[in-house]
């Protein structure tokens, strides 16, 4: 696919990664539509994307809401009267391990028992509304608008390496590892119209996400990386964007982890 003239829609695109996914596109000269929940957000990369001299227009919306999915794509057909690529990257995490032993303490700090604490049901439920459940509506609602309008477009889906496992994360490790298969699904099925469907697993990667984490720990993950660093956010767009410009790729999950494995 020539990026030039195409449009890109790109969901968490207020900052992070999908502020990276939008510069990169931007350079290619792809105009954008740009999903998340913060306007304020949503406004920082529209500037930079304007100022690069492509089209851009931002829609707040929840994607693990169905009605705001249907009614985002509609709009986004009314506004650019096409719609050529998916960046599906909107993801939250709530890690926890499944169940832990927690000590009880009086107020002068002694051990006086155990609590059992147990992964909420909500903290569950949240993080696979919006990472698995809001990919499959976003895609879903892309592919039909490929059969309406006879595009033959690419839809990207962001999955983790942390789909293999990772301590702490069984909501977010169960919807990285369904987005990846979902991805071959939909490569297989969406062949016969033209349209392709690929995965990027990102590995640690240098956004608000992971500074959030404490310097002890982060420097633990960075000691585990083969490269001993984190990845930055353009090197995961250059990625999409390899994709995106690639005809013969469908149906893969590319890593790019600086040969971390979990």
């Given at each position: 696919?020539?990026?030039?003239?195409?449009?890109?829609?790109?969901?968490?695109?207020?900052?992070?990664?999908?502020?990276?996914?939008?510069?990169?596109?931007?350079?290619?000269?792809?105009?954008?539509?740009?999903?998340?929940?913060?306007?304020?957000?949503?406004?920082?990369?529209?500037?930079?994307?304007?100022?690069?001299?492509?089209?851009?227009?931002?829609?707040?919306?929840?994607?693990?809401?169905?009605?705001?999915?249907?009614?985002?794509?509609?709009?986004?057909?009314?506004?650019?009267?096409?719609?050529?690529?998916?960046?599906?990257?909107?993801?939250?995490?709530?890690?926890?391990?499944?169940?832990?032993?927690?000590?009880?303490?009086?107020?002068?700090?002694?051990?006086?028992?155990?609590?059992?604490?147990?992964?909420?049901?909500?903290?569950?439920?949240l993080v696979i509304d919006v990472n698995l459940t809001g990919v499959f509506l976003c895609a879903r609602e892309f592919f039909e608008k490929q059969l309406q309008l006879g595009g033959k477009g690419v839809c990207i889906n962001i999955s983790s390496i942390s789909r293999n496992g990772n301590m702490g994360q069984t909501n977010y490790t169960a919807t990285?590892?369904?987005?990846?298969?979902?991805?071959?699904?939909?490569?297989?099925?969406?062949?016969?119209?033209?349209?392709?469907?690929?995965?990027?697993?990102?590995?640690?990667?240098?956004?608000?996400?992971?500074?959030?984490?404490?310097?002890?720990?982060?420097?633990?993950?960075?000691?585990?990386?083969?490269?001993?660093?984190?990845?930055?956010?353009?090197?995961?767009?250059?990625?999409?964007?390899?994709?995106?410009?690639?005809?013969?790729?469908?149906?893969?999950?590319?890593?790019?982890?600086?040969?971390?494995?979990?």
């Open positions: 696919m020539n990026l030039e003239g195409k449009v890109v829609v790109t969901t968490g695109g207020g900052r992070g990664l999908g502020r990276a996914f939008a510069s990169e596109l931007a350079d290619k000269g792809a105009n954008l539509a740009l999903v998340d929940l913060n306007q304020d957000d949503l406004n920082a990369t529209k500037e930079m994307a304007l100022a690069k001299g492509v089209k851009a227009q931002t829609y707040v919306t929840n994607v693990a809401k169905e009605a705001e999915v249907v009614s985002l794509f509609d709009q986004i057909v009314k506004d650019f009267g096409q719609v050529d690529g998916l960046i599906n990257n909107a993801g939250i995490t709530r890690d926890g391990l499944i169940v832990r032993k927690k000590k009880i303490k009086d107020e002068a700090g002694n051990v006086t028992g155990e609590e059992i604490q147990k992964m909420s049901l909500q903290n569950w439920q990285k590892a369904g987005v990846a298969e979902m991805t071959v699904t939909w490569a297989k099925e969406m062949a016969q119209h033209g349209v392709r469907c690929a995965a990027i697993a990102p590995g640690y990667i240098n956004t608000e996400m992971v500074a959030a984490i404490r310097e002890d720990v982060k420097q633990k993950i960075i000691d585990q990386v083969p490269i001993r660093r984190l990845g930055e956010p353009s090197e995961i767009a250059r990625t999409a964007v390899f994709i995106l410009e690639n005809d013969y790729i469908t149906g893969r999950v590319i890593e790019v982890d600086g040969g971390l494995r979990i």
